[in-house]
């Protein structure tokens, strides 16, 4: 049992590293994996630089041309926000995208696969997606987010 109980220890530790290690590529520009392993010293995570290639490769982190790590989830979003996103606004805990028509859906289903913190769920239309947030700090950092990688 000791053996199956330090797994599941070691399992729950690599998950809130790497949750952590989302947290800090979505906010700050990470440009190699020893800024990485800094950060989450920073943090309170003890990791070496080849836990940290580890979880590089298994959560599936691009490095973009401008040489910053970016998680593949947040391509695919930018992607679709940039090219279909018309605009967005938020009151209280929702927020309101309009998009192209008929893009909608693709639009909700692009920001419900980037799992961001505070998402509590999203419908689609036609060409409005309605995203509820946990609160309206949520609505108003994921409207950042959304205004970020339309280039405003």
């Known amino acids: ?19 952590e290690i989302r947290r800090i590529v979505r906010q700050g520009r990470i440009r190699t994996q020893r800024d990485l392993v800094e950060r989450l010293e920073a943090e309170g995570y003890v990791c070496t630089q ?9 959560m599936g982190l ?20 940039s090219e279909l996103v018309v605009s967005v606004v938020h009151t209280n ?23 961001y913190a505070g998402i ?4 689609a239309g036609d060409d409005t997606v309605l995203v509820i947030t946990a609160d309206e700090e949520s609505a108003q950092h994921l409207q950042d987010q959304i205004a970020k990688f339309r280039g405003r």
């Open 120 to 123: 509590l769920g999203s419908i």
């Open 93 to 115: 805990n929702m927020l309101l995208v309009k998009a192209s028509p008929g893009t909608a859906p693709g639009v909700a289903a692009a920001l419900d696969a980037a799992d």
């Open 50 to 58: 080849a836990t940290v290639s580890r979880d590089i490769t298994e």
């Open 1 to 19: 049992m000791a053996y199956g109980q330090s797994g599941e220890t070691n399992v729950r530790k690599r998950h809130a590293r790497q949750d």
């Open 62 to 81: 691009k490095k973009l041309p401008e040489g910053v790590y970016v998680l593949a989830e947040d391509l695919h979003l930018q992607r679709m926000i």
